[in-house]
Nanobody, 121 residues
Framework: QVQLVESGGGLVQAGGSLRLSCAAS????????MAWYRQAPGRQREWVATMPTIGMTMYAGSVKGRFTISRDNAKNTVYLQMNSLKPEDTAAYYC???????????????WGQGTQVTVSS
């Protein structure tokens, strides 16, 4: 069993900042790629940023230069620092991790429950 728990969402004015966290727990053997997605009301879930185990981080064009993804492998946690927030960033934010467990060698994608970010104009 693996659980991802997110925190850090909230209401912020345009131009403000928020830092999201997503911590994984359970029978974890290894965590590979970590990523963030978001879903605004009435829209499909969209990719925001990815941080692989090795290699370059990647960002959606709409957030590049404003958002920063980072990870703490010792804490099984991924972060999303969001600066210069805009009303169009309003969405539920979800973390996703590719995790191999102690009982399943192959990595499987796990999702967090989502945390709401609302940016007022």
């Amino acid at each position: 069993q693996v659980q991802l728990v997110e925190s850090g969402g909230g209401l912020v004015q345009a131009g403000g900042s928020l830092r999201l966290s997503c911590a994984a727990s359970g029978s974890i053997s290894k965590i590979y790629t970590m990523a963030w997605y978001r879903q605004a009301p009435g829209r499909q879930r969209e990719w925001v940023a990815t941080m692989p185990t090795i290699g370059m981080t990647m960002y959606a064009g709409s957030v590049k230069g404003r958002f920063t993804i980072s990870r703490d492998n010792a804490k099984n946690t991924v972060y999303l620092q969001m600066n210069s927030l805009k009303p169009e960033d309003t969405a539920a934010y979800y973390c996703k991790m590719a995790i191999a467990t102690t009982t399943l060698y192959d990595a499987v994608d796990y999702w967090g429950q989502g945390t709401q970010v609302t940016v007022s104009s």
